[in-house]
């Protein structure tokens, strides 16, 4: 192969090499949304220790009261367990026991992952099987490698944001206390 053959090879690799990143960058997820904006309507499979939902989570049908989304991503990594048995621990405080305030965690896992882990850690709140990765595109939450990123959302009863932790820190005490303080403030604004 002639020196000239060569440096064309390169160039054109070069050229594509320089192209895919733009490509990539086009295809990637949005940023997280902004409070005051309307949280986008969507359902979803959601599962509890007991099993499948008999009814789908439709976001639109729980005006009137609070909703946090919880994405993370993957159940029973140490970062995930972390959170998620902090939410259970503080469920009664933080999250009202689930009176007004509906928590769901939303990963790619499937039901039968969701289930088996919320039955293990005994979870007393939803998860919801995002296997299609929808509800975390629609909401800016879906990572480049398939993963949800550690995204979290407060819904106020009108279904605005009123609150967003993008990423939320699962290791912070402080996470927990801004969402619970934001948690009350969504629930008494309306």
Not at 125 to 152: N, Q
Request: glycine share 8%; charged share 20%; proline share 5%.
């Amino acid at each position: 192969m002639s020196i000239r053959s060569r440096a064309a090879r390169l160039v054109a690799v070069l050229a594509v090499a320089a192209f895919v990143p733009s490509i990539a960058g086009a295809q990637a997820a949005p940023a997280p949304l902004k409070v005051g904006e309307m949280a986008p309507d969507f359902t979803v499979t959601v599962v509890t220790a007991a099993g499948v939902a008999a009814k789908p989570f439709k976001l639109s049908e729980h005006k009137g009261e609070t909703v946090v989304l919880a994405f993370f991503p993957k159940a029973r990594t140490s970062g995930c367990t972390v959170q998620m048995e902090s939410y259970r621990d503080q469920y009664a405080k933080t999250f009202q026991g689930g009176k007004k305030v509906t928590l769901v965690g939303v990963s790619i896992d499937s039901d039968t992952a969701l289930i088996s882990w919320a039955k293990d850690a005994k979870f007393p709140f939803h998860f919801a099987a995002d296997t299609d990765r929808k509800v975390g595109v629609a909401y800016g939450a879906s990572g480049g490698a398939g993963f949800h990123k550690r995204t979290l959302y407060v819904i106020d009863p009108t279904g605005k944001i009123s609150y967003v932790a993008a990423p939320f820190n699962q290791m912070s005490a402080d996470a927990y206390t801004d969402l619970g303080s934001a948690i009350v403030h969504a629930g008494s604004s309306h």
